[in-house]
């Protein structure tokens, strides 16, 4: 069974920075050609927020968190991240990671791009 496991998220004061982590095993590490975050705010459909591509890690993110947020990957911890400096509250919500199989996925921006969805992990930024 394929598993995302999500952590980092935590409670922090606007300006602040958090790293979400999303780990996988090494079997779907190796068996996904991308990955994905996404964010759901209370009462709001959820959105993308970034992507990176494992094929000459091509990254891609909303506007809304360019020059803030850095998604990367470590292939020997099979894990991905999700750097998030200078927060804000208007980013609050919980964040999912996402990861895709199909090589020929055009577009990382929508969520049925992706087959494998972790738990969640709750980002909280107070202002």
């Known amino acids: 069974q394929v598993q995302l496991v999500e952590s980092g998220g935590g409670l922090v004061q606007a300006g602040g920075s958090l790293r979400l982590s999303c780990a996988a095993s090494?079997?779907?590490?190796?068996?996904?050609?991308?990955m994905g975050w996404f964010r759901q705010a209370p009462g709001k459909e959820r959105e993308f927020v970034a992507a990176?591509?494992?094929?000459?890690?091509?990254?891609y993110s909303r506007d809304s968190v360019k020059g803030r947020f850095t998604i990367s990957r470590d292939n020997a911890k099979n894990t991905g991240y999700l750097q998030m400096n200078n927060l804000k509250p208007e980013d609050t919500a919980v964040y999912y990671c996402?990861?895709?199989?199909?090589?020929?996925?055009?577009?990382?921006?929508?969520?049925?791009?992706?087959?494998?969805w972790g738990q969640g992990t709750q980002v909280t930024v107070s202002s």
């Open positions: 996402a990861a895709g199989r199909n090589y020929a996925s055009a577009n990382l921006q929508t969520s049925a791009a992706y087959d494998y």
């Open positions: 090494a079997r779907t590490f190796s068996s996904i050609y991308f």
């Open positions: 990176i591509r494992w094929s000459g890690l091509s990254t």
